[in-house]
Structures are given as C-alpha cells and as structure tokens.
C-alpha cells in the first residue's frame, strides 16, 4: 500500500499569498484528518472528513483557513492570504471506520515556511 | 475539548534500559492510540489501545480506561527508539494529542 501522500512536501511562500496542500488518502479509507504541528502548540486537528464530509471544522484557525474533500481519494487544505504564522508542518492522515479500532496512518506532511 | 497530559516530557536512557511513558486524560475517552515521531517528523502509529493491554515486540501498552490513563513501555532501548512520543485520545475521530515525551537513547 502506498500509504497517505501528500504535497508540496516543502513549501516557500510570501505573505499573502495562495497556499494549497494535497492529500490522497490510503485507498479504501474512509475518515481523513488535517492536522497541523507546530513547537508552541504541539499537534492540533485542523478539521476531518468521514465519508467526503466535514464532520468537526472547529479547530481551523480562521476563515483563512479552507478544507476540501470532493472525492474519497483526494483533499486539500488551502490557505488563503497565508501569514507568517501559518508556518508549521501540515499533516494529512487517514483511518478506516473509527469505530472498529482501526488505526491513524499520518503521511510524511508538508512543511509549510510563510516569509 | 479533551486535555491530554503526558510524562515525562523528557527522557534520557542509556541504550538496553526499560522506561514507561505516561498519558493521563481529563475525560473518558473510546478512542486512544500511541505514536512516535522518528528524528526525520515521520508519524508512526504504535497502538490503539482505548483499553486493556498489548504488546508489539519490545513495546507494550496498557490503558486504564476507569482511571483515565494509558502507559507506554519500552523494553531494552534502542538508539533507534529516539524521538517522539505522542498519545492521543478522543471520542470517536476527535482526537487530541499530548505535548509529548521527547526520547533520547545514547548508545
């Protein structure tokens, strides 16, 4: 299995600018989560899909802050004007049917520098 | 939102030495898993283990769903033990990770 993907696996931007990250999950699961990690506050849930549907949006940020899932295959975060303080390292992760007790498998995240 | 507690926040072991590793949680929970980050930030899922006990080779955990607690134990360490340790633990697909045990293992 290819695991959970994502990109950009870096990411340089200027203040201001359009930032949007890619997510494929591991086929066949059904529950996706946006985490993002940063030294002053650790790892936080952003927002996740079960079935291609938000289910708990509260932990983005702000309205500049915008999650997506279209299809079972693909997500995408999108940040839009992007701030300095939005640098951290992004990770997508995807499960099967929580309540079965299957596991989260994290991708290698996007690192994510706002200058 | 669930507060997720973790001890030590740091640990160093020689190589060969036993640790347990500590995450308390402010409310009942019915979903609790076990991570470490590798040196390199990769994520990796140790166990889920929202009760009772399990053990992975070297690593075993035990959770106290009752008392609200959950332990990590690593046998004989490894350098390549080194990193992070996250416990993370919700309702359902909320959920909320630790501050951490950053593990240091000298050779």
């Known amino acids: 299995d290819a695991g959970v993907i994502q990109s950009p696996r870096h990411e340089v931007t200027e203040m201001g600018q359009e930032v949007t990250l890619r997510c494929k999950p591991i086929s066949g699961h059904n529950s996706l989560f946006w985490y993002r990690q940063t030294m002053m506050r650790g790892l936080e849930l952003l927002i996740y899909f079960n079935n291609n549907v938000p289910i708990d949006d509260s932990g983005m940020p702000e309205d500049r802050f915008s999650a997506k899932m279209p299809n079972a295959s693909f997500s995408t975060l999108k940040i839009q004007p992007s701030e300095p303080r939005d640098s951290a390292v992004y990770f997508c992760?995807?499960?099967?049917?929580?309540?079965?007790?299957?596991?989260?498998?994290f991708g290698e995240g996007s690192w994510l520098t706002v200058v | 939102g669930i507060q997720v507690e973790q001890s030590p926040p740091d640990l160093i072991l020689q190589e060969g030495a036993n640790s347990t590793l500590r995450c308390n949680f402010s409310?009942?929970?019915?979903?609790l898993q076990w991570f470490h980050q590798n040196p390199w930030g990769q994520l990796i899922n140790l166990f889920y283990?929202?009760?009772g006990t399990k053990q992975n080779g070297r690593l075993s955990a035990t959770t106290v769903a009752t008392e609200r607690y959950s332990l990590l134990y690593i046998s004989s360490s490894q350098t390549t033990d080194s990193g992070v340790y996250f416990c993370?633990?919700?309702?359902?697909?909320?959920?909320?990770f630790g501050a951490g045990t950053r593990l240091t293992v000298k050779p």
């Open positions: 283990i929202p009760s």
């Open positions: 409310d009942s929970v019915n979903n």
């Open positions: 993370a633990g919700g309702v359902g697909n909320d959920m909320r």
């Open positions: 992760a995807s499960s099967s049917d929580w309540s079965s007790g299957n596991t989260i498998y």
